[in-house]
């Protein structure tokens, strides 16, 4: 899901920085933070060859509906 002024979704494809920076940038803004990771090349003496991540979607979907309401009534609370 994403509405006006805030950016909230599940994708099976890979993230685009770029485009998640751009979301969030703002004049006003000192500085954006961001973090990308990467996995070692070995995990308890084995080697690592890929890395899967797996989510409940309809429990994500949930969790980002409630996070853009809060926000939403975060930002209605300081006008």
Do not use: C, K, W
């Not at 961001?34 to 991540?53: A, D, P």
């Amino acid at each position: 899901m994403a509405s006006e002024g805030s950016l909230v979704e599940l994708s099976e494809e890979p993230l685009s920085l770029e485009r998640y920076v751009a979301a969030v940038a703002d004049d006003g803004a000192g500085a954006i933070s961001t973090f990308i990771g990467v996995t070692r090349n070995t995990f308890q003496g084995r080697r690592v060859v890929r890395l899967e991540y797996e989510a409940y979607a309809p429990m994500v979907r949930l969790s980002q509906h409630s996070h853009a309401l809060l926000l939403s009534l975060a930002r209605l609370a300081r006008r």
